[in-house]
Nanobody, 116 residues
Framework: QVQLVESGGGLVQAGESLRLSCVAS????????MGWYRQAPGKERELVGT???????NYLDSVKGRFTVSTDNTWNTVYLQMNSLKPEDTGVYYC??????????WGQGTQVTVSS
């Protein structure tokens, strides 16, 4: 089992940048994919971007070219760099880790609010 703690959310204006971080603990050596999801008020949770240890990545179409998911060398921290933020990017952002088993673990979420 993996525990995840996010940080870095906040209130920004449209066009600005923000970086989210997520630190994993526990059985981090079992992780093979990490990424970020978000949930806007009244909407379902959606995938923002993920990366795998074998080098694959996947992004939501609306964030391609603006958002980047990356990890540190030890794969115990995952980042979400968000540039050119838009009001529609507002939501609660959740860190996700997929481990061999498979196991799917989530962070507690961090609020991102983009004002116009």
């Amino acid at each position: 089992q993996v525990q995840l703690v996010e940080s870095g959310g906040g209130l920004v204006q449209a066009g600005e940048s923000l970086r989210l971080s997520c630190v994993a603990s526990g059985r981090v050596f079992t992780i093979y994919a990490m990424g970020w999801y978000r949930q806007a008020p009244g909407k379902e949770r959606e995938l923002v971007g993920t990366v795998t240890k074998d080098g694959r990545s996947n992004y939501l179409d609306s964030v391609k070219g603006r958002f980047t998911v990356s990890t540190d060398n030890t794969w115990n921290t995952v980042y979400l760099q968000m540039n050119s933020l838009k009001p529609e990017d507002t939501g609660v952002y959740y860190c996700n880790a997929v481990s061999y088993g498979p196991h799917n673990d989530w962070g507690q979420g961090t609020q991102v609010t983009v004002s116009s």
